[in-house]
């Protein structure tokens, strides 16, 4: 999240060093955050759901968390499942299914497995999924895994399981970033989609800001003051190593992506004013983009990597423009308000996501590219940093709630809410990682 705009911002355009100094000061006024795993609640459902049944698997209880269960959870919290209770089955992957009582629980879809140990302290799993009112098999997998993989094979069942219902690809398997202030220490996690298996990739006494995914899911980009100024970092999860790839003289922030993960777009001020950059990943090769005299920042990569949305003040006020990423023309795409802000186009490009002040409320909003009508997602009054799940169904984003920072999601048709929190803790910055091959 790049603070220019943000909604505690005292004025439009304000100086880069108060820019800062509000940073500063809204980090440091976080409550302290407990180190655990972040929790979700669903706070509404969509309509239209798909009724299945996900039968307890045989043998899994010899894993913790049940396969099944990590199922039935993922299936749920999506908002396009309605999950039907089963209680107690003597059914496994080679079962023959009578329809019947699944017909009579109305029941669309049943899944069905079984957990097996295969020596060395390794289990297979298989599972398969039918079609009750067809009363034929959709298809079936089976995997191989220790039982600390428990978790992420139930989300690649459940990610096969809502693409073959929905036609879309599953996000379950995939992971989000954000960052959490545990008393004096900010901490950058990663953790699954679900808030499980939280991880810190960073742990310092400074804030840490703007993570943002690579394309391959390998590395983040992110902004960190542990050098008492703002310097952009890539760092790598498998190795943990950690290059400065913007340290230049003033402000560096607000890293970006292009699609090929070759370049980074960034916000430097070494050359006076807020404005953008385009650099190779590795921090060579470092051009401006634009010159203006207006703030120009939150750069965005289109997924075609061909443009690049950001947030500026040239107009007078904070509102979302366009530019080729190789520089050109620049394009106004918000005029609808006064204050636009954050643009985070859908992995399709159809779509855009931004936050908009609404009668003194600060609410994620999506617009439709080619008919610019625009709709108002969340209901909530200081939402920020929105982030899209790769198939573009759900968007991630920081609110407050009761005083303090939690993330949520919601639909990109708004009938889904879930609410994500570390109990008694802040978390802030989210970002949502892309699908891993």
């Not at 304000?14 to 795993?37: D, G, K, M, S």
């Not at 079962?95 to 295969?118: E, F, M, Q, T």
């Not at 220490?185 to 298996?197: F, P, S, T, V």
């Amino acid at each position: 999240m790049e603070l220019t705009y943000n909604p505690r911002s005292l004025s439009a355009r304000p100086t880069v060093e108060r820019l800062f100094r509000a940073l500063i000061l809204c980090l440091a006024l976080l409550a302290t955050a407990a180190n655990a795993q972040l929790t979700i609640e669903i706070t509404g459902a969509g309509g239209n759901q798909i009724p299945i049944a996900v039968v307890p698997f045989a043998g899994e209880s010899a894993l913790t968390p049940g396969i099944s269960d990590v199922i039935e959870a993922d299936l749920a919290r999506s908002g396009r499942f309605r999950t039907l209770y089963t209680g107690p089955q003597n059914l496994n992957d080679t079962s023959a299914i009578d329809y019947a009582p699944w017909r009579a629980k109305n029941a669309d879809a049943l899944v069905a497995g079984g957990v097996y140990p295969v020596g060395g302290g390794r289990f297979e799993a298989r599972f398969r999924l039918y079609d009750v009112p067809k009363q034929a098999q959709l298809g079936a997998l089976a995997f191989t895994l220790t039982a600390a993989q428990a978790r992420p094979t139930g989300h690649r069942i459940a990610d096969f399981v809502y693409e073959k219902l929905t036609g879309e690809r599953g996000v379950f398997s995939t992971r989000i970033a954000y960052v959490v202030k545990n008393g004096s220490r900010y901490q950058l996690q990663i953790a699954d989609a679900d808030g499980a298996n939280a991880q810190a990739a960073l742990t310092s006494l400074e804030p840490i800001m703007s993570p943002a995914w690579s394309p391959d899911g390998t590395r983040l980009a992110y902004v960190s003051f542990e050098n008492k100024k703002p310097v952009v970092y890539v760092h790598s999860l498998a190795t943990g190593r950690r290059v400065a790839v913007a340290n230049f003289r003033g402000s560096n922030s607000a890293p970006a992506w292009s699609p090929d993960g070759r370049t980074l777009a960034v916000v430097l001020s070494r050359e006076g004013g807020s404005q953008l950059f385009l650099m190779r990943a590795d921090g060579s090769s470092v051009h401006r983009l634009l010159s203006s005299s207006a703030i120009d920042t939150e750069p965005f990569f289109a997924p075609d990597g061909k443009s690049i949305y950001f947030t500026s003040d040239r107009g007078g006020s904070p509102q979302i423009y366009r530019v080729p990423a190789e520089g050109g023309p620049v394009e106004r795409v918000t005029f609808e308000g006064s204050y636009n802000v954050t643009p985070r186009p859908s992995p399709d490009g159809k779509f855009l996501a931004f936050v908009r002040r609404n009668e003194g409320r600060f609410q994620v909003a999506v617009m439709d590219l080619a008919s610019r009508q625009v709709l108002v997602l969340t209901d909530t009054a200081r939402d920020e940093s929105p982030s899209f799940a790769p198939n573009g169904r759900m968007l991630l984003y920081a609110t407050q709630v009761g005083g303090r920072g939690v993330l949520a999601a919601v639909s990109s048709d708004g009938s889904v809410r879930q609410r994500l929190s570390v109990p008694a803790g802040d978390v802030r910055e989210p970002a949502w990682g892309p699908f891993l091959n």
